[in-house]
């Protein structure tokens, strides 16, 4: 579910990976997408397609990874922050995130947000076959 480049955009600056099966993880990155929509700068990976996964699938589904354009890949609150910095409305927060006071506690909260991330899911499946 890679984000298709229209002619004369410059190639993305992040390149994200993302749990196509998790209802969660599919409409926050919807809401990444559209606000990425016209810039192009990141590149979204589902991780559900074949030959997407530059390290152990299992990995890469469990928690959240990004790469900035000649970086080495990054998880959790530090790939979050570099996905912000990318969009518009999330800058402000992209950077105040990468400051080494408060990327280890987003590390933290993510991490606290992993433990309870099944069950959200769940909620979220059971929400999604009632609605049809």
């Known amino acids: 579910m890679s984000q298709p480049r229209l002619e004369g955009k410059d190639q993305p600056r ?10 969660l ?6 809401l990444y997408q559209q606000l990425d929509q016209k810039a192009g ?5 589902d991780l559900t397609g074949d030959g997407t996964c530059p390290i152990n699938r299992a990995d890469m589904l469990a928690r959240f990874h990004a790469q900035e354009a000649g970086g080495p890949l990054i998880s959790g609150a530090k790939a979050f922050a570099a996905m912000w910095r990318q969009v518009t409305p999330f800058q402000p927060l992209g950077y105040l995130a ?9 590390d933290w909260l993510y991490g606290q947000f992993l433990k309870v991330r099944p069950r959200l899911q769940s909620l979220m499946v059971d929400r999604e076959k009632r609605q049809g």
Request: net charge negative.
């Open 14 to 23: 992040v390149t994200v990976w993302f749990d196509g099966d998790c209802p």
């Open 25 to 30: 993880c599919r409409a926050e990155i919807s």
């Open 41 to 45: 700068r990141i590149a979204f990976v």
């Open 98 to 106: 990468q400051l080494p006071l408060i990327l280890p506690f987003l």
